[in-house]
Each structure stands twice: as C-alpha cells, then as structure tokens.
C-alpha cells in the first residue's frame, strides 16, 4: 500500500468508524448466529494475491459484522461498562503508527516516563496514598499498565509468592522448595473475581474461598478466624485478595477491618477494584476505600468507566513486605 492510498484508506476507515458509532442503536446488540458460522464463509486457505479495500470493507461488513456482539450499543448491559471514545481511538491510531514495543526503557524512553507520569496523575486522582505513586520522592511505590485485572491479580500473587517464599527458604534451607511451596495459602471472598482462583492454581498455592456477609462483603472477623484456622493446621497465610466493586453486585470488602489483620500478621494485602476504583475520582465515593493504607498493590480499569480502549488496567505496588521475627509455624511433614 502506497503513502496515497494508506492516506486516502485511512480517510474512508475513519468515516466508517464515525458512522458505525453514530449509527449503532441500529443494529441487533447480540449476533443472532451459531457456533462455526464464519468457516464456511471465508476461503479455506489464506489468499495469494491481495484483494482491494473495497472488498475487504465489504467482506468485512457482510461476514464479520453479523458477528459482532456491540458492546458500544446503548442497550448493551452484559458484564461491565466497556465506553469507548474518539479521543481514545484517535490514541490508539497514534500509537499503532509509532509501533515501539516498550519493555525497557531504552526500548522507548518517552513511553515509560508516560507511563509513571499517567499513574502518578492517575493515583492522585482516585486517592491512593501517596506511598504508591511511581513519582513520590524517596518511595517505595511505583505503577505499571497491565492488560487485564487478572493479569493483576496474578502479577500481585507471584510477587507476595516470591517474598514470603524467600523468607521461607533462609529459615529452612535443606527443606525441598516444593514442601515449603504446599504449606501457602491465600483468601479471597466469594465474590471475588475468578481469576484470583486462577492464579492461585497457575502460582500452585492453596486457595480459600471466604463467606461473605449479607451485604457481600468480606469481613476482618472472617478472615482472622480463618487464618487461625489454618495455622493450626501448619500452613501459612500470606496473601489476600479483596475487592471494592465485585463484578456480581459491585460490593466492597470492608478494607478498614481487613488490613490491619493483614498488617498485623504480615500477609500481602491486594485490592482488585477493576470495576468502581474509577469512581474514587469523586471525594463522595472515597470512604468506601477506608483502609487503603494497609494494601500492597492495588488496580483498578479505565477501560471500564473512562472511556478508555481495552486493554488498559492500571496497577500500582508499594513496598512494605515486614521481614521480622515469624509469626507463623509450620509442620514440616
């Protein structure tokens, strides 16, 4: 494809976009199609000869279309808001043509320094403590741009994984890792999103699912007696998953009982706020965050209310992992 043509298709893609939002409460919000449909429709072997625009627009409106599930579409109410925008997709096209792939900072200097500024403006918006901005002097926070809640969710696990793991192999070094690794046991509710029961299975740590109570929420009472539980069994707590705003009803677990358990039995405090952690922008909404200074790593998803593009989940550690005398034992056998 030419300069022209990129210039003159680019143009055309632009409208159809424009005109396929503006038009969208026309079409069906679910694809009323089976399983399979499209395999019959296409050719069986990729082409050797390249097709117009025209056609490949056309193609594109007569098969994939049909099978499209509008999450744009005003009557679209399925698993969460997903808002697009102009702006956003004006972004996207700028950093397709860019193309840099950013994994260092020597791989694309302004696309990391982006990133940290973005998350420092970002936390400071919704509240967080100024311990988890990548740009407080002398902290020990930082942000990260992931691409889904669960992949949060599974980064946070792996990191209180290896800490705890760490401690573990000093105080026994001729114990097989593998022993060590079966004695860890993380919590969750069960609200709680289904990935963190995926993760828990990818990281092979133990999972327990905790009762909620009538409000869905997750309660410190619970969680205390739990761990008690569990210790008395030999194993070890390490990790736990809450949520402010669960995908089912959009409950909070109550923070402000949770993390001083947390703190004051040295587990990995996580908070999942993928679904509301947008809504602490307003100050009205905040107090349902009571207790955030206790958390060690906290995401939330501007995909979802901020009219943001998916993927874009936002992720912020800070550092506090307490290595001190245990408070735990294990039974080695």
């Not at 996207?92 to 982006?114: H, N, Q, R």
């Not at 092979?204 to 009762?211: F, P, S």
């Not at 993928?274 to 965050?289: K, N, T, W």
């Amino acid at each position: 494809m030419s300069r022209d043509e990129f210039r003159q298709y680019g143009k055309e893609t632009v409208d159809y976009i424009v005109d396929y939002l503006e038009n969208i409460q026309k079409r069906r919000v679910v694809p009323a199609i089976e399983p399979g449909y499209l395999k019959d429709l296409i050719p069986s072997e990729a082409p050797n000869a390249p097709e117009s625009f025209e056609s490949v627009m056309e193609d594109f409106e007569k098969l994939i279309m049909p099978g499209i599930t509008h999450w744009q579409h005003p009557r679209f109410h399925a698993y969460f808001p997903a808002g697009n925008s102009f702006p956003s997709i004006i972004a996207d096209m700028l950093s397709d043509a860019i193309g840099c792939v950013g994994f260092s900072w020597a791989a694309c200097p302004a696309m990391t320094e982006l990133e940290l500024i973005m998350l420092d403006w970002f936390g400071k918006m919704i509240g967080l403590p100024k311990e988890f901005l990548p740009l407080t002097e002398n902290g020990k926070g930082g942000g990260v741009i992931q691409s889904s809640a669960s992949e949060c969710n599974f980064v946070t696990l792996l990191a209180a994984r290896f800490e705890v793991m760490k401690e573990l192999r000093a105080r026994f070094p001729f114990v097989e890792e593998g022993l060590l690794l079966s004695k860890l046991i993380a919590y969750c509710s069960k609200e709680a999103h289904s990935s963190v029961e995926k993760a828990c299975m990818i990281g092979m740590v133990k999972l327990r699912i905790l009762e909620t109570d009538s409000k869905f929420r997750l309660r410190g009472d619970t969680l205390r007696n739990a761990i008690q539980e569990d210790r008395n069994l030999g194993l070890i707590p390490f990790f736990v998953s809450t949520t402010l705003g669960t995908t089912s009803c959009c409950s909070f677990d109550v923070l402000s009982e949770i993390g001083p358990i947390c703190k004051e039995n040295e587990l990995w405090l996580h908070v999942d706020a993928a679904y509301s952690g947008s809504a602490f922008i307003c100050p009205e909404f905040r107090p349902l965050m009571n207790g955030i200074e206790y958390a060690m790593s906290f995401n939330t998803n501007p995909n979802k209310w901020l009219l943001i593009n998916f993927d874009c989940s936002t992720m912020w550690f800070v550092f506090k992992f307490i290595v001190g005398p245990p408070k735990w034992s294990i039974a080695l056998c």
